[in-house]
C-alpha cells in the first residue's frame, strides 16, 4: 500500500509515521526545502488542552460545543444525538462540529499523546506566555520545532520518502475513488491521499475572498503559515468535499507588527489601555483572563482602521509580576515622559489621546490591584469599560506597543469523519481521501486554545490507520 501525506507539520508526520509503522510506503509532498519544512508547528511551542497526559482538559468538549457552528436546524440537532449510523447524509455534511467527531478527537488524545511519547517526544506542564489562565496546559518540551525534527527522524528511519520543494495541484480520481495527486514534478500514484498542508494565511486571494478587504492588514504569525496557500482545500473541495469551519474567520493573535520573531505576541495589554489611530479606546481591554479572552480583544484591533492600536501603560506596569513574559515582542517598547510626547512619537492626534486617558482615568477607582487574578477593579461609568485591572495611566515613563492581528490559522477547511475521511457534500466518504490538521475545519466563534496542535497529532494518526486497515 502507498499512502501519499501532503504537508509535513504536526499532521503530516503523524499521518506519515503511523502508516509507516503500519507497513505501508509513505511519500511526503512538502511545498518548503528541507529544514524550512514543518509549517506552523516549526516556530510554535504546541500548548496542549490536557489536564495530563492522557486526559484533554476539564473544559474542552465544553467549550467546542459552545462555538460548535452557527445556528444549526433544530431537526438535523436532533439527528446528531442519535447513533452516528443513523445521521441522513444532511446531518453527516452538515457545516458543524458533530458529537461523533468531538467524541473521537476527546478519546484519541491521550493515546496519540503516548504514541509521539514512544516516538520520542517529552511532555510536561512547563511556564506559558499568559500571566492569567483558566484551562491546564501541557506542552512538548522543545516545542514545536522539536516536534518536527523527531518525527522527521523517526519518519526517515522508517523508509518514508519526503519529497521536499514539491507543490500538490490536483487529486487523481478514477471511477469515484482517489488514485494519487499531480504536483509541479508529476503525477504520483498511490491507494491514498492524505490533505496535511494547512490553511490558507498564506494565500492572500483566498484571505480576501473569504474574510474580506481588510485581509490586507493580516498577516501570518509565523513564517510557516507563509507556505500554507490552500490547495489542499481547494482540491478537495474541486471534486464535491463538503466544506466545515467558519471559513470567514481566523485564530487571531495580538503581536508587535515590527517584530519579525516567530509569534512576538502582547498579551500584557489588559494592564493598560488600547488605543486606536484617532486616539481613542474602543473595547474593554480586560474582559478576563488573558488566556480566555486575547482572541475577542485582538478581533476588535482588526475591526480599527488600518487593522492596528497601541496599547498603553505607564511605570505602574512593572507591579505586573514577570509581565515581561507576556511581552514577546523583540522590539523596544516607545517610551515618553508625557502623554503629550508618546502621542507625537506614535503619530497619533495628542488632543484626543490625552481626553481618552483623562477621561479613562478619571473612571478609575480605589480597590486592591491583584495582577495574577481577575480582581474586579474596574472603571465606572466609563464607555466602554475596563472590567479588570483598571488603574489611572498616570505615573511616567509611559510606554506603549503597537499591536495587529495575526492570523495564527484559517478556520475553514474540510468536513472528515471520526476516522479522518473527508466528507462530500452528499454526506458520502470519498474513498481513498483524508485529511487532517488546519485542513480540515473545526473552528466557528472563537477558537478552543490549545487544540490545534492537537488536532494536527490525532487525526493525522487517525488518517493513516484507517487507510491502512487499523482503525480501531
Request: proline letters at 5%; hydrophobic letters at 40%; glycine letters at 10%.
Amino acid at each position: 500500500m502507498h499512502i501519499i501525506v501532503v504537508g509535513s507539520g504536526i499532521a503530516g508526520l503523524s499521518a506519515a509515521l503511523s502508516a509507516a509503522e503500519s507497513g505501508a510506503k509513505v511519500t511526503i509532498i512538502e511545498r518548503a526545502s528541507e529544514g524550512e519544512h514543518g509549517g506552523n508547528t516549526r516556530y510554535t511551542e504546541a500548548y496542549l488542552r490536557m489536564k495530563s497526559m492522557d486526559d484533554v482538559a476539564d473544559d474542552f468538549i465544553d467549550h467546542f460545543m459552545a462555538n460548535a457552528g452557527g445556528y444549526t436546524d433544530p431537526s438535523i440537532e436532533q439527528e446528531m444525538v442519535r447513533d452516528h449510523a443513523d445521521w441522513s447524509p444532511l446531518a453527516r455534511s452538515q457545516s458543524t462540529v458533530d458529537p461523533d467527531f468531538l467524541g473521537a478527537f476527546a478519546d484519541n488524545a491521550g493515546p496519540t499523546l503516548r504514541w509521539l511519547e514512544s516516538a520520542g517526544l517529552r511532555f510536561d506542564f512547563l511556564p506559558t506566555a499568559f500571566i492569567t489562565t483558566t484551562t491546564t496546559r501541557l506542552l512538548p518540551v522543545g516545542g514545536g520545532l522539536v516536534m518536527v525534527e523527531t518525527l522527521t527522524a523517526a519518519c526517515k528511519a522508517k523508509g518514508v520518502e519526503f519529497r521536499f520543494e514539491t507543490t500538490a495541484q490536483n487529486l487523481l480520481m478514477t471511477k469515484g475513488r482517489i488514485t494519487g495527486l499531480s504536483t509541479n514534478t508529476g503525477e504520483i500514484k498511490g491507494d491514498a491521499v492524505i490533505l496535511a498542508c494547512g490553511g490558507f494565511e498564506g494565500n492572500p486571494e483566498m484571505l480576501a475572498r473569504y474574510i474580506g478587504a481588510s485581509a490586507i492588514n493580516l498577516r501570518p504569525v509565523a513564517r510557516g503559515g507563509h507556505y500554507n496557500k490552500g490547495e489542499g482545500i481547494r482540491m478537495a473541495l474541486d471534486i464535491g468535499a463538503a466544506p466545515n469551519g467558519d471559513f470567514g474567520s481566523y485564530h487571531a493573535e495580538p503581536i508587535d507588527p515590527r517584530s519579525g520573531v516567530a509569534e512576538p505576541a502582547i498579551f500584557t495589554f489588559p494592564y493598560g489601555i488600547l488605543v486606536n489611530k484617532a486616539g481613542t479606546r474602543f473595547t474593554d481591554e480586560a474582559p478576563g483572563t488573558v488566556d480566555a479572552h486575547y482572541e475577542s480583544v485582538t478581533r476588535r484591533i482588526f475591526e480599527q482602521r488600518d487593522g492596528i492600536a497601541w496599547m498603553i501603560a505607564d511605570a505602574q506596569l512593572d507591579d505586573v509580576p514577570n509581565w515581561q513574559k507576556g511581552s514577546r515582542t523583540d522590539q523596544a517598547p516607545v517610551v515618553a515622559n508625557s502623554i503629550a510626547d508618546l502621542a507625537q512619537k506614535m503619530d497619533l492626534p495628542a488632543e484626543a489621546l490625552s481626553a481618552t486617558i483623562g477621561a479613562y482615568n478619571a473612571a478609575c477607582v480605589e480597590g486592591p490591584f491583584k495582577p495574577l487574578e481577575k480582581d474586579g477593579l474596574a472603571t465606572q461609568g466609563l464607555s466602554p469599560p475596563k472590567s479588570n485591572w483598571a488603574r489611572p495611566i498616570d505615573s511616567a515613563p509611559y510606554r506603549a506597543w503597537p499591536i495587529i492581528s495575526a492570523n495564527v490559522f484559517t478556520f475553514g477547511g474540510l468536513k472528515v469523519d471520526r476516522n479522518a475521511r473527508v466528507i462530500n457534500q452528499d454526506g458520502r466518504s470519498i474513498p481513498g481521501l483524508y485529511a487532517a490538521g488546519e485542513t480540515i475545519g473545526i473552528y466557528y466563534r472563537t477558537y478552543t486554545g490549545s487544540t490545534s496542535v492537537l488536532r494536527g497529532a490525532v487525526f493525522g494518526r487517525q488518517a493513516a490507520l484507517h487507510a491502512c486497515g487499523q482503525a480501531q
